[in-house]
């Protein structure tokens, strides 16, 4: 009747759930309330907390499974280090949810890509993305319609499926104390819409942010309570974090700061009806209302209730970044399958730790008492991972003793700065009547740009020559053929760089040929 995924942990084979027990999950996830968590059997390898985290992942497609097989990869890579946990930030079951916990969506969009991971026992914690409500462009979707909340209360269910060693009310049971065992978790749990989790001394927290302006819209109304409105429960359970002096994280769907295309997205139809979109707007009468996306408003609602956390955890931008302004912390993961997205806005560059347009996922440790930072690393499949802690915006590196190789980095990363900052003031609105009227400003010149930031950014450079040729390959694909390049192209601008600081060195290419030639045998 059921269908093994791994020795000790048991994944339903949906077609065989009946219907009995299709409804009684259903009625489980209905009746569940939102708790906080304690988290126990946690691996505490050198008294940390570590999990990974990513979203955008649902796709049930070859990048879904390379991310999960490149997760698998480096578990096997770092004994000792596993993680405790796999947090999924949104997005779970592309392009629309499913009807039913018994869809065979989930076999092909979790127990599929992921087999590996579930066969290391390893949990899967997951929140809402606005497609597992429906909620896109192409859908043409009622805003919180029952349909949606169907949609949801469908993935909360598969968590309580009997899975051949537990019943429905074993699972019940099970999320009803406020302890968790990480040893005896289902691979897929999602108890409720949003929950939290406490590990030693953090408190993460799990949102659903697709509903959380609808939500906050009504908090003050008679009857809303921390048990039913969401926009009072993060209150509650954040206050309760730092009145406990917890570390927090906040973990959902939606960032607070996009440089993707969600921007320049006027997209509140997608999750209000017309009435709360109006009340929203007039609630926040300074934004534009004609052209400021769903997440501006969200981050406002929490600046508005006073919430801010030591790291915010997203995804729906199908990218990778890490954002630090000093107040907003925020990692997004959004490289989890979904088509990934480039860069469309270019403004707080300086709040800007990397971007990568990549699938990949990311990899969070924080200690398990007295934590005082949280450190992360982004781990895109294509390029090296970088590491960052929430104390700043810079990534971690260790430069060596060479004054070359530092010389090189500064070089190339104020050409970086100048580079973007240049195209931030250009840019309009629409971001289409520069970006694309213009080749030296391409998808192929900010593609360099973001990688040569990314390479002087690894952790450890020890070898100059390496970095020169490397630095070179990428520069040279976006050289013109014919003439010079245009004034403020990367490549120019990094060269004036390298003049400036390079006594004898004109150009990058002048760098490359000087090492170059070293390794040629000498003439006699």
């Known amino acids: 009747?059921?269908?093994?995924?791994?020795?000790?942990?048991?994944?339903?084979?949906?077609?065989?759930?009946?219907?009995?027990?299709?409804?009684?999950?259903?009625?489980?996830?209905?009746?569940?309330?939102?708790?906080?968590?304690?988290?126990?059997?946690?691996?505490?390898?050198?008294?940390?907390?570590?999990?990974?985290?990513?979203?955008?992942?649902?796709?049930?497609?070859?990048?879904?499974?390379?991310?999960?097989?490149?997760?698998?990869?480096?578990?096997r890579a770092h004994q000792g280090k596993e993680p405790d946990f796999i947090l999924l930030l949104g997005d779970n079951l592309y392009p629309k949810g499913v009807k039913s916990p018994r869809s065979s969506e989930f076999e092909k969009s979790f127990q599929t890509p992921y087999a590996p991971l579930i066969k290391q026992k390893i949990p899967f914690f997951i929140i809402p993305g606005n497609h597992d409500y429906n909620m896109r462009d192409e859908a043409k979707f009622i805003p919180a319609s029952q349909e949606g909340k169907d949609l949801i209360l469908n993935e909360v269910a598969y968590t309580y499926l009997p899975d051949g060693k537990r019943t429905t009310e074993d699972i019940v049971a099970l999320f009803e104390s406020d302890t968790l065992d990480l040893k005896n978790l289902p691979a897929w749990n999602m108890p409720t819409r949003y929950?939290?989790?406490?590990?030693?001394?953090?408190?993460?927290?799990?949102?659903?942010?697709?509903?959380?302006?609808?939500?906050?819209?009504?908090?003050?109304?008679?009857g809303q309570t921390p048990e039913n409105n969401q926009a009072l429960w993060l209150a509650k359970v954040t206050t309760e974090a730092k009145q406990n002096e917890k570390q927090c994280m906040l973990a959902m769907?939606?960032?607070?700061?996009?440089?993707?295309?969600?921007?320049?997205?006027?997209?509140?139809?997608?999750?209000?009806?017309?009435?709360?979109?109006?009340?929203?707007?007039?609630?926040?009468?300074?934004?534009?209302?004609?052209?400021?996306?769903?997440?501006?408003?969200?981050?406002?609602?929490?600046?508005?209730?006073?919430?801010?956390?030591?790291?915010?955890?997203?995804?729906?931008?199908?990218?990778?970044?890490?954002?630090?302004?000093?107040?907003?912390?925020?990692?997004?993961?959004?490289?989890?399958?979904?088509?990934?997205?480039?860069?469309?806005?270019?403004?707080?560059?300086?709040?800007?730790?990397?971007?990568?347009?990549?699938?990949?996922?990311?990899?969070?440790?924080?200690?398990?008492?007295?934590?005082?930072?949280?450190?992360?690393s982004i781990r895109p499949l294509r390029s090296s991972?970088?590491?960052?802690?929430?104390?700043?915006?810079?990534a971690k590196r260790k430069q060596g003793v060479d004054e070359k190789i530092i010389t090189l980095i500064t070089a190339t990363e104020e050409a970086v700065k100048e580079y973007f900052a240049f195209i931030a003031t250009k840019q309009t609105a629409d971001r289409k009547n520069f970006l694309l009227k213009n080749l030296a400003h391409g998808k192929s010149e900010i593609k360099c740009a973001h990688q040569a930031w990314a390479l002087i950014n690894q952790k450890e450079i020890s070898d100059y020559a390496s970095l020169v040729k490397d630095l070179y390959n990428m520069v040279k694909k976006t050289m013109p053929m014919f003439g010079q390049e245009a004034e403020h192209a990367f490549s120019r601008i990094l060269n004036e760089k390298i003049s400036e600081k390079f006594q004898g060195a004109n150009t990058l290419e002048d760098l490359f040929k000087d090492e170059d030639s070293k390794k040629r045998p000498q003439k006699p």
């Open 1 to 75: 009747m059921f269908k093994f995924a791994a020795p000790g942990i048991m994944a339903p084979k949906e077609k065989t759930i009946t219907r009995d027990e299709r409804d009684a999950a259903k009625a489980a996830a209905k009746q569940a309330t939102p708790r906080v968590y304690t988290l126990t059997g946690l691996k505490s390898h050198q008294g940390k907390l570590r999990f990974v985290a990513f979203g955008c992942q649902g796709s049930a497609n070859e990048a879904q499974a390379e991310v999960g097989k490149a997760i698998n990869e480096f578990i």
């Open 195 to 222: 929950y939290a989790i406490d590990a030693g001394d953090t408190r993460i927290i799990c949102l659903d942010s697709s509903t959380y302006i609808a939500e906050y819209l009504i908090k003050d109304q008679p």
């Open 253 to 376: 769907h939606h960032p607070t700061y996009s440089p993707g295309r969600r921007a320049f997205k006027n997209d509140l139809s997608l999750y209000l009806n017309k009435d709360q979109r109006n009340a929203i707007r007039n609630t926040f009468s300074d934004f534009d209302k004609s052209s400021t996306p769903y997440n501006i408003y969200l981050k406002a609602c929490l600046e508005e209730q006073g919430l801010q956390y030591d790291l915010i955890l997203t995804a729906h931008d199908h990218n990778q970044y890490y954002y630090n302004d000093g107040e907003v912390r925020q990692l997004t993961a959004g490289g989890g399958g979904g088509r990934t997205q480039p860069r469309a806005e270019f403004a707080k560059q300086a709040n800007l730790g990397c971007f990568f347009k990549d699938y990949g996922y990311s990899v969070v440790k924080t200690p398990l008492e007295n934590p005082e930072k949280i450190d992360f």
């Open 385 to 394: 991972p970088l590491f960052f802690s929430n104390d700043s915006v810079t």
